[in-house]
């Protein structure tokens, strides 16, 4: 019988399981978040004014079983045509802080909210979690820990760096700070996270030169408008090489932004199904342009981001760096065009990491992860896209065994899961997890 259920991060996931929790009339939850504010995590907490979502309100909603909960939310503040608008990041953040004040309001003793870091995690039939001078015991735990940073380029060394000249974190405050007019940034990663620092860049004021490098200079592509369309109804073949002919196919009959709309349902069960090699082609192969067309921008986002281009501020080249020398003048960046034997140069006053979330637990830098992994209570997946789960997101230990009180939720599952980095995935996943834990699973017919 659970009746306490411990959660490590309070960001969308974590914050989501939570309420879910409550929701269900399940047990009684703990939620642990290091960071001053629960609620918003990196993604809405971190936000400029100018970043909106990439995905239109209509489709944002937290619940999976009222998809007008954001809507309504935003039309009784006044948002005119809510439903096809792409909000600001910060609203929505005021919106999951608004869940959990009014869950932890209902809920009195049933939800207990910890600002702190969770240190170490015993974890047999139930959890032990040590935090600084406390213990704390469940009879489950979820790690809900969202993205982690990401990783070094190659050729990079952090700590031969200066903080002035490195931000390895594209959300570092100080990121736009002491820029002049004849400066280069160079933003390594050509992703959403480029395009968010690129326009803080534009926001704040900075009209000096931006170059954004990646191994094949893709952007995201735009959102268009709403469409109508006869959809497929059979799960396509798994094979990478025929998957991209029959999306391709369809892209000339439909346009390419409904066919890959269309592959949403199938998304999660075509991965589950893949072989480990088809995931490592597709990954290999197929992964960049999955990920421009498939998470896209707001419509207004794009334009922005061009006129940056248009004006030649903005460059985006294809390549990868092999090198980076601080000096006086700032980074001499070392790095070799895409299809070039030739090395080229260029100099640049800060260069900032938008690579994308580290996902390799070999590689993390994340202590409790470390500590976990080190002894063996978790494990990466085969594609090492994060934390090993199975289906029903429980943990698995390194010889290859479920852990019954330990779960993992959000963007470190997504080697059994791929899509489980968006709001529309994630809130579906902490759904039905909290709907297990609260044994809510048994009612509609899913189980006698």
């Given amino acids: 019988m659970i009746n306490h259920v411990a959660i490590i991060g309070a960001g969308f996931s974590g914050t989501l399981q939570a309420i879910n929790l409550l929701r269900h009339d399940g047990p009684r939850a703990t939620l642990i978040e290091r960071a001053p504010e629960p609620g918003v995590g990196l993604a809405y907490g971190a936000a ?17 079983d009222d998809p007008g909960h954001f809507v309504r939310w935003l039309e009784a503040r006044g948002v005119a045509n809510a439903a096809a608008a792409f909000i600001p990041r910060m609203m929505y953040g005021e919106y999951l802080r608004q869940m959990l004040d009014e869950t932890r309001r209902a809920a009195g003793d049933r939800l207990t909210v910890i600002q702190g870091e969770v240190e170490d995690l015993e974890v047999g039939e139930t959890a032990t979690l040590t935090l600084a001078g406390r213990t704390l015991h469940a009879d489950a735990a979820v790690l809900a820990v969202g993205n982690l940073p990401p990783h070094s380029p190659p050729g990079l060394d952090p700590d031969a760096l200066s903080a002035d000249r490195y931000k390895g974190n594209p959300w570092d405050p100080t990121m736009p700070e002491g820029l002049a007019s004849e400066d280069t940034v160079l933003i390594i990663g050509t992703g ?3 395009v968010d620092v690129a326009l803080t860049l534009d926001a704040q004021g900075y009209t000096g030169k931006i170059v954004a490098l990646s191994r094949r200079g893709l952007l995201p592509r735009p959102h268009g408008p709403g469409a109508e369309w006869k959809k497929i109804d059979e799960r396509p073949d798994t ?10 196919a369809r892209a000339e009959a439909i346009g390419w932004r409904n066919a890959v709309d269309e592959l949403r349902p199938f998304t999660q069960p075509m991965w589950g199904n893949a072989t480990e ?3 490592a082609r597709f990954l290999r192969h197929l992964r960049p342009w999955w990920d421009v067309h498939r998470h896209r921008l707001a419509p207004e986002v794009h334009a922005r981001l061009h006129a940056i281009i248009d004006r030649g501020q903005l460059s985006v080249v294809a390549g990868k760096t092999l090198a980076f020398e601080e000096g006086d003048g700032g980074v001499a960046v070392t790095w070799r065009p895409r299809g070039s034997d030739r090395a080229e140069t260029l100099t640049a006053r800060r260069i900032v990491n ?6 390799d637990l070999a590689r993390t830098t994340e202590p409790l992860l470390r500590k976990l992994a080190a002894r063996g209570v978790i494990r990466a997946d085969e594609a090492r896209l994060g934390i090993d789960v199975d289906n029903q997101a429980q943990t698995i230990n390194a010889r290859g065994r479920i852990n019954p009180a330990l779960y993992a939720l ?5 080697g059994a899961f791929w899509e489980i980095v968006a709001v529309p995935d994630i809130r579906t996943q902490t759904w039905n997890l909290a709907r297990r834990l609260s044994n809510a699973h048994w009612v509609g017919g899913e189980g006698l």
Avoid: F, I, K
């Fill in 48 to 64: 400029h004014p100018s970043h909106v979502l990439n995905v239109r309100a209509s489709n944002m909603s937290a619940l999976p």
């Fill in 410 to 414: 959000g963007p470190m599952t997504r």
């Fill in 354 to 359: 938008c690579t994308g979330p580290l996902t």
């Fill in 239 to 248: 094979h990478a090489s025929t998957l991209l002919g029959e999306v391709r």
């Fill in 277 to 279: 090699d088809q995931r």
């Fill in 192 to 194: 959403l996270t480029m």
